[in-house]
């Protein structure tokens, strides 16, 4: 069956074709199915039977709120969906002063391995398809209603290993006949993929590139981000600077802070010299402690040290504000727990 949500208006234009219906249907289709409708039936002004054809052989992708979780102290939501085939999934709503941010899914689990992250610990099952990657927005917006602003695609998995879906979503998701999200406003989050940053930077979208670095030194970020072994750091600094020249745009570098392994003076000074030359943002994250790994964050004095450090050498930085803590809310946090809530059982759809 076609996954008809992640066609675009000429792939929809052909598609008809076999139905011998007119090309305008193309895009009240698209309009309709980038809404997050979930049934053919809801599109009231396409015919009947044209529906009905497309019912037989075209799907239409959902991310089912299978839990959902309001935090106490902020107003952050982290949802848990499930898929067609029973996996799961997790998104994040953040209200900012700006507008509505939703943190997105982009792999079923993640292959990367990174020691301080949890959404690895089981692995990565499959990639998601750009339909289910819009589906956590649409769904997300019908729950809460209102329009998400910004995208940041920092949840579950590594969006440039699933080069092709991302690329699709990237381009979906900012047409005008669709959710219309500027792509100014889409964060794209990289372990450090450098083939898929080269490609990446051949389209020359106005997206901002997250790179998470978490450490400057080979021998460090190899003990906790084993990607590092076959794109090290150098290789790493090079692709960046590539894409920054094509792109012009400004690149944020993700810096997870673990008492005593990364947030030494050295580690400040050394920070510094590696990102010289590219336009850049440091955005530090204290560490979310994850049960099976024994990193500790920094308590807050020794995090603004190292934050004035960086500031010191000329640095831009920010610290990251932690959001939903009461919700489990980072990255792979809820699915570990239900992973382990209901392993071996057959989790009945409630």
């Not at 939703?102 to 020691?115: E, L």
């Not at 769904?139 to 949840?155: C, E, F, L, P, T």
């Not at 959710?179 to 051949?202: A, D, P, W, Y």
């Not at 010299?273 to 402690?289: D, E, V």
Request: glycine share 6%.
């Amino acid at each position: 069956m076609y996954d008809i949500v992640s066609m675009n208006v000429f792939e929809l234009t052909r598609l008809l074709v076999d139905y011998s219906q007119p090309s305008y249907r193309a895009k009240q289709l698209f309009k309709w199915l980038q809404s997050g409708i979930k049934t053919f039936d809801e599109m009231s002004n396409i015919p009947i039977s044209l529906r009905n054809s497309l019912e037989k052989d075209c799907y239409i992708a959902r991310a089912d709120i299978f839990k959902c979780y309001r935090s106490q102290i902020d107003e952050t939501v982290k949802y848990l969906f499930r898929l067609y085939d029973g996996e799961f999934i997790e998104s994040v709503l953040m209200k900012y002063q700006h507008g509505y941010t939703v943190c997105i899914s982009t792999q079923v689990g993640c292959n990367m391995g990174c020691k301080f992250c949890a959404s690895g610990l089981y692995g990565k099952t499959r990639d998601l398809t750009a339909s289910e990657m819009l589906a956590q927005i649409t769904a997300i917006q019908a729950d809460n209603n209102i329009r998400v602003s910004n995208i940041v695609m920092m949840g579950m998995g590594e969006p440039l290993e699933n080069y092709d879906n991302t690329e699709r979503f990237l381009k979906l998701v900012s047409d005008e006949d669709g959710l219309n999200i500027g792509l100014r406003h889409i964060s794209l989050s990289t372990c450090g993929f450098v083939s898929g940053i080269e490609k990446l930077s051949l389209l020359n979208l106005p997206i901002t590139l997250s790179v998470s670095l978490h450490a400057p030194f080979d021998d460090i970020r190899n003990s906790i981000m084993p990607i590092n072994k076959k794109w090290n750091i150098k290789t790493l600094m090079d692709a960046c600077q590539k894409y920054q020249k094509i792109t012009t745009r400004r690149i944020s570098f993700e810096y997870a802070l673990i008492s005593g392994v990364n947030d030494t003076r050295e580690c400040a000074k050394e920070l510094a010299r590696i990102t010289k030359g590219i336009m850049c943002h440091i955005n530090l994250i204290p560490a979310n402690p994850v049960s099976e790994n024994s990193f500790v964050k920094p308590d807050k004095n020794k995090i603004n040290k190292f934050k004035d450090l960086l500031i010191s050498y000329g640095l831009t930085v920010t610290v990251r504000r932690t959001l939903g803590a009461d919700i489990d809310a980072s990255c792979g946090q809820l699915r570990k727990r239900i992973r382990k809530e209901t392993d071996g059982a057959n989790i009945q759809q409630s």
